[in-house]
């Protein structure tokens, strides 16, 4: 199974930019479709943007139109997610997961990696 590590979190004003990255391992990457979702204290893991195994097709929730662009290098088993213009309310732990179809559910992703921890102040 393939096994994911997130980075590129960290601490940015309101309006600032950050990317955060998954790096995956296995030679099977390519094969599955790529996640992020977020969790803030006290709510649910949330979906926030995907790509398909090929990255062909990109699917966005509502919160990241506009804003977050999500890409991938299967030559290098990694994925991007180029986040702008970014407000308090987007601060969470960010997670990638990898599975095989795109769907919004969190309990429908099997692997994901440890979560990286994004802060926006205001």
């Known amino acids: 199974q393939v096994q994911l590590v997130e980075s590129g979190g960290g601490l940015v004003q309101a309006g600032g930019s950050l990317r955060l990255s998954c790096a995956a391992s296995g030679r099977t990457f390519s094969t599955y479709n790529i996640g992020w979702f977020r969790q803030a204290p006290g709510k649910e893991r949330e979906f926030v943007v995907a790509?398909?195994?090929?990255?062909?097709?990109?699917y966005y929730a509502d919160s990241a139109k506009g804003r977050f662009t999500i890409s991938r290098d299967n030559a290098k088993n990694s994925v991007y997610l180029q986040m702008n213009s970014l407000k308090p309310e987007d601060t969470a732990v960010y997670y990638c997961?990898?599975?095989?179809?795109?769907?919004?559910?969190?309990?429908?992703?099997?692997?994901w990696g440890q979560g990286t921890q994004v802060t926006v102040s205001s």
């Open positions: 997961a990898a599975g095989n179809t795109v769907v919004a559910a969190a309990t429908s992703w099997p692997a």
């Open positions: 790509i398909s195994s090929s990255g062909s097709y990109t």
